[in-house]
């Protein structure tokens, strides 16, 4: 018989490739901000694969540097650790939305912020549900290329095309400002006009300088040209350029959290999606 034995003396010696996050920090504890991975996309109405996306975006994040010319920050610098990804459940969104709550809550609890990685957009409704047990006065700031309004579709209020109406309950509609927004239902479009939650102009979101801002980007906010890897494609999108425009303009306010969503990333099978998703996340996490 065939004698098999541990050798307790052999140690693999490395360097492995890290599974986290390019730049991120070891220990949770002397993390200011952490990344979670919500890979959910059990609501979306087009194209499926979203849920796919944390995993990619760290796989890829390895190709881009840590230093950000834009904000003259570095990657570890921001001390931020990386939590992974939620397991959540399929077929259940509000369960889903409970989990990703309930997490939330716990990096808030333990004093740090959250960049949240989606998954579908449904999941920025768990974390401002969160947020509301910590911070007065939220503002949600919207990088998208739809309205997200709608009350239901197809029977169902809980979806990624309804996450910003949702989210209008809880905050009211007058702590909104949409951006990017080229596509939606007629209704949708006139519940933006009655609010003027649409914003062209950056001195438009002076009035939330006193709010406690989370920002939301929907990645298809970018045109498709760029960012073809989404579940809903609208052509007529921001440059990168111009998003990041914007986001440095609102470095300067008080930003409480922010996610990035509906990559999906085997749509693009060039991968030029995924990095420009990586690349957008760095610039994240120097505003945290």
């Keep these: 018989m065939e004698n098999f034995y541990?050798?307790?003396?052999?140690?693999?010696?490395?360097p492995f490739l890290s599974k986290d996050f390019i730049g991120s920090c070891t220990e949770f504890n002397k993390a200011k901000t952490v990344l979670m991975g919500m890979p959910f996309d059990g609501t979306t109405t087009?194209?499926?694969?979203?849920?796919?996306?944390?995993?990619?975006?760290?796989?890829?994040?390895?190709?881009?540097?840590?230093?950000?010319?834009?904000?003259d920050k570095d990657l570890e610098d921001c001390l931020f650790y990386d939590a992974g990804d939620l397991d959540l459940p399929f077929g259940n969104a509000r369960r889903v939305l409970d989990i990703i709550k309930e997490n939330t809550?716990?990096?808030?609890?333990?004093?740090?912020?959250?960049l949240g990685i989606g998954g579908e957009h449904l999941v920025t409704l768990a974390e401002i549900e969160a947020l509301q047990g910590f911070y007065n006065d939220i503002a949600v700031i919207q990088f998208d290329a739809h309205t997200d309004l709608r009350e239901e579709y197809l029977g169902?209020?809980?979806?990624?095309s309804g996450v910003m109406k949702q989210i209008a309950k809880l905050i009211g509609f007058e702590n909104i400002a949409q951006i990017g927004i080229r596509s939606g239902e007629k209704e949708e479009f006139e519940l933006m006009k009655t609010y003027s939650t649409l914003k062209f102009q950056h001195n438009e979101l002076d009035k939330f300088k006193n709010k406690n801002i989370f920002?939301?980007?929907?990645?298809?906010?970018?045109?498709?040209?760029?960012?073809?890897?989404?579940g809903t494609p609208e052509a007529g999108g921001l440059?990168?350029?111009e998003l990041l425009g914007w986001l440095k303009y609102l470095s300067s306010f008080n930003i409480i959290g922010i996610d990035v969503v509906e990559l999906a990333p085997d749509i693009d099978t060039t991968k030029n999606s995924t990095a420009t998703a990586c690349k957008l996340i760095r610039e994240c996490l120097m505003m945290l």
């Design 6 to 14: 541990v050798n307790m003396n052999f140690m693999l010696k490395g």
């Design 46 to 71: 087009n194209r499926p694969g979203t849920r796919f996306a944390p995993q990619s975006i760290r796989l890829e994040s390895i190709g881009i540097e840590t230093y950000s010319p834009i904000f």
């Design 105 to 114: 809550a716990e990096i808030y609890k333990e004093g740090k912020k959250i």
């Design 156 to 160: 169902e209020n809980l979806t990624h």
């Design 215 to 230: 920002i939301t980007i929907d990645l298809d906010v970018l045109d498709p040209g760029i960012m073809s890897g989404v």
């Design 239 to 241: 440059s990168y350029n």
